[in-house]
């Protein structure tokens, strides 16, 4: 019994350690304006990892998702540490949901680490981040903007993706779990004799 008690502590330890973070959602009311266009501005992320960014929306239309990743990064001499300067490089990660109206979309997105680069003198630091996550809509071109749904609900959310180890866990603490009902039922079955 108290086998049985450890190994399930064990495998839902196991899974609660591997399980991802939870998701941020943003929602609410987009208003098209004269143009039949909206803007919806996404959660962003700062972390390094791989993360799916997913929109909902309660009528359809045409969308685009626009992820604005940027590159920072700064010089400086290697021997005595003079600043030499830096540059911001804006990356437009665009995912088109142009060919037909949609209610529902998504992209992955990978954020990178920073990084240390020395090409003797000059030793370069940078680091990756998104400066913006962009979800523009637009009505379909056959509805009258003057009768045209002027607003659509929406929820734009963003999650991290397990990486492979955090797969790993899971996949064991669910084989732990099974393998401790497994035992649990085998010792039920079991009768010892008078």
Not at 10 to 24: D, I, N
Not at 36 to 50: N, R
Not at 60 to 89: C, K, M, R
Not at 130 to 154: F, K, M, W
Request: with cysteine; net charge negative; proline share 7%.
């Amino acid at each position: 019994m108290l086998r049985t008690t450890a190994l399930c502590a064990l495998a839902a330890a196991v899974c609660v350690a591997a399980s991802p973070a939870g998701a941020v959602t943003f929602s609410g009311t987009a208003v098209f304006d004269e143009f039949g266009e909206a803007l919806v501005e996404g959660p962003l992320v700062s972390t390094p990892g791989t993360y799916r960014y997913e929109f909902t929306l309660s009528s359809p239309a045409f969308a685009q998702l626009e992820l604005i990743d940027v590159l920072s990064y700064d010089f400086y001499d290697a021997d005595d540490g003079t600043y030499y300067g830096g540059n911001d490089a804006p990356n437009y990660l665009t995912t088109d949901f142009l060919s037909s109206p949609v209610t529902r979309g998504g992209t992955f997105y990978t954020l990178r680490p920073p990084y240390e680069d020395l090409d003797f003198p000059i030793l370069e630091k940078g680091f990756y981040h998104l400066d913006g996550a962009l979800l523009h809509l637009y009505l379909p071109q056959d509805q009258n903007l003057l009768t045209a749904v002027r607003s659509v609900d929406y929820t734009f959310s963003v999650a991290l993706v397990p990486e492979p180890a955090a797969w790993t866990l899971m996949i064991a603490g669910f084989g732990f779990a099974g393998a401790a009902l497994r035992r649990r039922r085998a010792a039920a079955h079991t009768v010892t004799p008078a």
